[in-house]
C-alpha cells in the first residue's frame, strides 16, 4: 500500500478493505493505515462542516421552499376535491326543476334580510345604553354619530317596525337633548374652563402668527401707541398691559388658524381625559352640531348668552377675590372701609382681564371651528361677528365699574357748581403788589366756574351702547335690566374715588379693546366712552366740590389762621416751625391733584389747571390777610409804617440793597448750610448804612417831609403780639408753600424740551410764576419784621436821645420808663419771632440792632444841652440795660453799645483831658460825635466859654488830621 497511490472518491472503501484483507499478519502496516484513514476521515469532516457553513440558508431556504409547496398541493388537492363533491351536487341539482329552485334560492334571501334586521333591531335596542356610556365618558362625537344612524335606521329600513316605536321616540328626545349638552359644554369651555395657558416650545412663527391676524388675537399684541399725555404718568398700567397681552399671545400660540382649518376630527375613546385639548374638544362638539344640524341653533344660543355669561364671570371672580382676601384676614365692606380696600376691586380687574383675554381666544377657536364646517359642509351658516364678544365684555366690565363707581346714586343726585376762579389765564394779576385790582375788581365780582358740563340723566351712557352695538350689528339684550345682576356683595365701598385706583389698568385693557375692533378716524369703544363720560360729568365735578370745600376752609374756616404745632404734623410737612392750617390744607389739595395726574392722565390737564386755580386763591387770601395785619386799606393813618417804606419803592431797594438782606437772601438760596453762629463783633461797617438810612427815614417821617407817610405814631406801630405771631406763622406757611411748589410740583409739570407752545407749557410758566409771587410774598414779611423792629426801637429811644436837659439828682438816676417798655417790648417780640420763625431769620432780624442802638443814643449829645455827673450816669446805666437785654436776646456781646458807653464816659473829662486821650489812643469816634462832646462840656460847666471851645475844636481838627 506504501507504493500505491492513494484511491480517489468511492474507491477509498474498497481499498482499504482489500488492504485490511491482503495484509492481515502485519499489524504495523494495519496501524499505519488507520492512522492514515483517521487523519483523512478528520479532514473530510472538516471540509464537511465548511461547506455546510457557506451554504446553511441556501438550505434553509429550500427547505422553508418545499415545505411551502408541499402546503399549496395539499390545499389544492383539497379545494380539488371540494369542487368534486360540488360539481356532483350540481348534477344533482340540475335534475330537480327550475321553480324549485328559484323558490329555494328567494327563501334563502328572505331568511339572511330577517337575520339582518333582528340584528338592527337588538343593536337599536342597545343604543340607549352605549349612549349614556358615551355620554358619560363625554364621547360625544360617537355618542352623536351613533343616535343619527340608528335614528336614521329607524325612520327608514325599520319606519314599518310597530315593536320599535319606543326606541324610536327615545331616541328623539335624545338626539334633541343632545344639543342642549352640546351647547352647554361648549359655553363651559368658553368661559369657565377658558384659560391662558403657558406657551409650548417649539411653536413656529408661521403657526403663531396666523391665529394673531384675527380681531380678538390682535389684541394680545403689546401695542407702543399709548399717547403720554402727563409727563409722570405711572409706568405700571403698561407693564400690565403688556403682561396680559403677552400671556394672551401665548395662547394665541396654541391655536394657529391654518391648522384649525386642516384639522381632522376624530375622537380618542381610549383617552381619559377628553377635555384636555380645549380646541379640539370644541371642535369635536362643533362636528356633532354639524351632523345634528343645529348649528343655527347653536350660535344663537350663544350671542344670547353671551351677555349673561360675561356677568356671571365677574360675579364668580368677585366671589373669589372676596373669599381670598378673608382668608388673608380682610374685611370687606361694609364690615371695614379700610383705605387699602380699593387695591380689591383692582385685583377682581385684573382677574376679569385674563379671564376675558381667555374667554376672547376661545371664541375666536371656535368661530374657527365653525369656519372649517362651513368648509366640510359646502354651508353658508352667518356666524356672530367677533365684535360681539367684545362688546358683552364691555358691558359686564361697565356694569361692575358703575358699581363700584356708585353711578346710579351720581346719576339721580344734583352737584352744586364748583366755586373756583380760573386765574391760570391771567396769572399776571398775582403781581399787583399795590393791590388796587385785588381789592376793587376781584372783591366785589362774582366768581366764575372753572368747568361748565352737561348733567348725565340716566345711571348709564345707553346711547354710547346703542351706538357700538349698531357698529358691529350684533343682537345683545338691552341695558334695561342693567341693575338687575347688581353684586349683592362689595369687596369695597363703592364711591367715585376708586376710579383712581383702577383707571389706568381699565385704560390699558380698553386700548386692546379697541386695537382689536380696529377702530380708526379716532372711533372709541363703547366702554372708552363710558369712562370719559364719567370722569367729565361726574368725577371731575366732585373733586371741583370737593377742592372748593377745602379752599373754603383754607380761606374762610375758623381754623384756617389756626397755627399748625403737632410735632408728627410738621415732621410730615417736612418743617421745624408751626404752619398755618390753611396752608397745610391748600398743600394736601395740591398734592391731591398731582396725584391724580398720575391716577387719569386724560384729565391732567384739567387738574393743572385746577392747582394753578387753588394756588392763586389761596395767594390772594394769604396777601388779602397780610394787607389786614398790616392795615393796608383806606385810612392810611393806621397803616404800619414798616408797610409804607416797604411799599415805597425807592426805601424798599435800599433796604434789599444792604449787606445784611443779601447775606440772608444768599443763606436762603444755599439751602440754609451756612452757619448761623456767624460772628459780628467789630462789624460796624455792615450795618453802618442801613441804620443811617432807618435814621435819616424816621427823621423825615417824624417832621412830616416824607409826603403822604404818617409821622412816627403808637398808631403806626405794632403792637398786637398776636398779630406779629401771625405774620411769623404766614412767612413761614408762604416761605415752605414756595418751596414745595419748587421741589415738588415745577419739576413734576415740567413740559417736554420741544413743547414750548402748548397748554401744558403755559400751565408750566404758571406754576412758576406763583412760585415767584410765593416766595416775593414771603421775603417781603421777613423784610417788613425787620424794619418794624428797627422803626420800634427808634419809637421808643428817639424820645430818650432827644431829651434836652439831663441835670439829675444823685437819686434819680435810675433806667427811663421808655427804656423799660422798650426792652419789655423786644423781648416780647424775640419770644414770639423764635418760635414762630427759623433761627436765621430771627438773626437777621436782631443783627444790627445794637448798632442802630448805638448810633441812637450818641446822637443824644447833639439834642442835650446841659448834663451833669448823674446825667452821664444815668445814659450809662440805660445803654447797659439795653446792651443787657440785647445780649440776653441775640446771645452776643453787642460791642457798638460797649462803645456808646465808652462815649459817654468821656463827658465826665475836661476838653484838655479828652483831646490828650485822643492824641494818645487815637480818634476812636466820629469827627462830629467828638464835636457834639466838645460842645456839650462847653454848655455843662460855666468856667468853659466860647473862645476856649474854639481853641479845642481846632486842637480836634489837627488831631484828628494826624491820625489819618
Known sequence: ?????????????????????????????????????????????????????????RIKDSVHTFTKIDSQVTASMKRIG????????????????????????????????????????????????????????????????????????????????????????????????????????????????????????????????????????????????????????????????VAGAEAVAAQAAQIPAADILEEEIVEDVMCRDPEENSSHFMAILVECLCKLGTVPDCIEAIKTRMNDEMKAIVELLSEQVGKSAEKRGESLFPQSSTPSQPKLLLELLQLCFDKF??????????????????????????????????????????????????????????KKASSFSDHSSDVSIFFDTSGGRRRHGHGSGEKKTLF????????????????????VDEVVPTLAMQHSHALQAHLCKPQTSNVTVVYIAVEAYVKEIEQALSLKDGKRCSLHEFLDDFLRKHYVDEVQNQLA??????????????????????????????????????????????????????????????????????????????????????DSSETLLSAYWLLNSEIADEFRSQPSWKQYIAYQ????????????????????????????????????????????????????????????????????????????????????EDETDGEDAAQARSIEELYDIFSKLASDITLLLHIELRIQCVYYLLPVARRTNYICEEDRVEVEPAVVQFNRKLSDMEETLSVGLDVHKVKY?????????????????????????????????????????????????????????QYFELLHL??????????EQGPVFLEAEYEYALRLMSRSHTHFNEKALAVCLGKLKEILTEAC
Not at 19 to 31: D, G, H, K, W
Open 549 to 634: 370745600e377745602k379752599l373754603d376752609s383754607a380761606t374762610k374756616g375758623t381754623e384756617s389762621h389756626k397755627h399748625v404745632t403737632d410735632e408728627m404734623a410738621l415732621k410730615k410737612a417736612g418743617s421745624t416751625k408751626p404752619l398755618l392750617q390753611g396752608c397745610l390744607t391748600i398743600w394736601d389739595c395740591v398734592t391731591r391733584l398731582r396725584q391724580l395726574m398720575d391716577q387719569l392722565p386724560p384729565c391732567a390737564h384739567v387738574f393743572r389747571r385746577l392747582t394753578c386755580s387753588i394756588l392763586g386763591t389761596y395767594y390772594e387770601h394769604c396777601l388779602t390777610i397780610y394787607r389786614r395785619c398790616v392795615r393796608l386799606g383806606d
Open 669 to 752: 438760596q444755599s439751602s440754609r448750610k451756612s452757619t448761623t453762629g456767624e460772628a459780628t463783633d467789630g462789624v460796624t461797617s455792615k450795618f453802618e448804612a442801613e441804620s443811617q438810612l432807618i435814621l435819616n427815614t424816621a427823621s423825615r417821617d417824624d417832621d412830616g417831609s416824607a409826603g403822604s407817610m404818617p409821622p412816627l405814631s403808637e398808631s403806626c406801630i405794632l403792637g398786637d403780639r398776636d398779630v406779629l405771631r401771625f405774620l411769623a406763622g404766614l412767612q413761614e406757611s408762604v416761605e415752605w408753600l414756595a418751596m414745595r411748589i419748587k421741589k415738588d410740583l415745577m419739576p413734576a409739570l415740567k413740559p417736554a
Open 452 to 471: 361748565t358740563f352737561d348733567r348725565s340723566s340716566v345711571a348709564m351712557n345707553v346711547s354710547t351702547y346703542m351706538r357700538e352695538k349698531t357698529k
Open 82 to 241: 371540494q369542487l368534486r363533491e360540488s360539481l356532483k351536487e350540481c348534477k344533482e341539482l340540475l335534475k330537480c326543476k327550475r321553480d324549485d329552485l328559484r323558490k329555494l334560492w328567494t327563501e334563502s334571501l328572505e331568511i339572511k334580510l330577517i337575520l339582518k334586521m333582528l340584528d338592527r333591531i337588538e343593536e337599536a335596542k342597545g343604543v340607549p345604553e352605549q349612549y349614556a356610556r358615551f355620554i358619560a365618558n363625554k364621547h360625544y362625537l360617537h355618542a352623536t354619530e351613533l343616535v343619527v344612524n340608528k335614528v336614521a335606521v329607524l325612520n327608514g329600513e325599520l319606519s314599518g317596525v310597530e315593536a320599535l316605536q319606543e326606541v324610536r321616540r327615545e331616541l328623539h328626545e335624545k338626539e334633541k337633548g343632545l344639543t342642549a349638552v352640546l351647547v352647554d359644554e361648549l359655553h363651559r369651555h368658553l368661559y369657565v374652563k377658558a384659560a391662558l395657558p403657558k406657551r409650548k416650545p417649539g411653536r413656529s412663527a408661521a403657526a403663531t402668527s396666523a391665529v394673531q391676524q384675527t380681531p380678538l388675537a390682535k389684541s394680545a399684541t403689546p401695542h407702543s401707541s399709548v399717547k403720554k399725555t402727563h409727563s409722570r404718568s405711572a409706568s405700571r398700567s403698561m407693564t400690565m398691559a
Open 910 to 919: 475836661n476838653g484838655d483831658e479828652l483831646l490828650k486821650i485822643i492824641a
Open 1 to 57: 500500500m506504501t507504493s500505491r497511490t492513494r484511491p480517489q472518491g468511492g474507491m477509498l472503501l474498497a481499498a482499504v478493505l482489500d488492504s485490511l484483507r491482503f495484509e492481515e499478519s502485519n499489524l504495523r502496516q494495519r496501524a499505519v493505515e488507520k492512522q492514515r484513514i483517521e487523519k483523512d476521515f478528520e479532514e473530510a469532516d472538516r471540509r464537511l462542516d465548511k461547506i455546510v457553513d457557506e451554504n446553511h440558508d
Open 357 to 414: 383675554r381667555a374667554v376672547g381666544l376661545a371664541h375666536t377657536t371656535l368661530l374657527c371651528h365653525f369656519k372649517r364646517s362651513n368648509q366640510a359642509y359646502s354651508r353658508t351658516i352667518k356666524l356672530y361677528p367677533e365684535a360681539q364678544v367684545w362688546s358683552a365684555i364691555q358691558y359686564a366690565l361697565q356694569l361692575l365699574l358703575q358699581e363700584y363707581f356708585d353711578y346710579r346714586n351720581l346719576a339721580g343726585g344734583t
Open 845 to 901: 432780624m436782631f443783627d444790627g440792632l445794637g448798632h442802630l442802638i448805638a448810633i441812637l443814643m450818641r446822637s443824644a449829645t447833639f439834642f442835650i444841652q446841659e448834663i451833669n455827673a448823674n446825667g452821664i450816669k444815668k445814659l450809662c446805666r440805660t445803654i447797659f440795660s439795653l446792651q443787657q437785654n440785647l445780649t440776653n436776646l441775640t446771645m452776643a456781646r453787642e460791642v457798638d453799645l460797649d462803645r456808646s458807653r
